[in-house]
């Protein structure tokens, strides 16, 4: 069902299971970093660019979810990755203040 319904045996399945783990926990940090839950100096400009790109990422994975052959990621997956698309989006114009310490 996943990869848009064309993967073409479990070692391929592996191998896009292992970048998806990846990616996520790349977007988990950088979405931690960006709330504070995490206390380590990334400089502000980084984090905002890591957003955008969640965002464009989210958005053409969007696009990838509508042209897919399985109708369960198609009805089901394209809202889930609209709404992160945006929330990344949101993230990235949005303005944290700095807590007080």
Request: charged share 15%; aromatic share 12%.
């Amino acid at each position: 069902m996943v990869w848009g319904g064309r993967l073409k045996s479990l070692s391929e399945m592996y191998q896009f299971v292992a970048l998806s783990i990846l990616v996520n926990t790349l977007f988990l940090l950088i979405v931690s970093l960006e709330g504070k839950f995490l206390k380590w100096d990334v400089k502000p400009p980084i984090l905002k660019i890591s957003l955008y790109l969640m965002a464009l990422f989210f958005a053409l994975n969007t696009l990838g979810n509508l042209m897919s052959e399985n109708d369960t990621e198609r009805l089901i997956f394209t809202p889930i990755t609209i709404a992160l698309a945006w929330l990344c989006f949101k993230l990235a114009v949005s303005k944290f203040e700095t807590p007080q310490e």
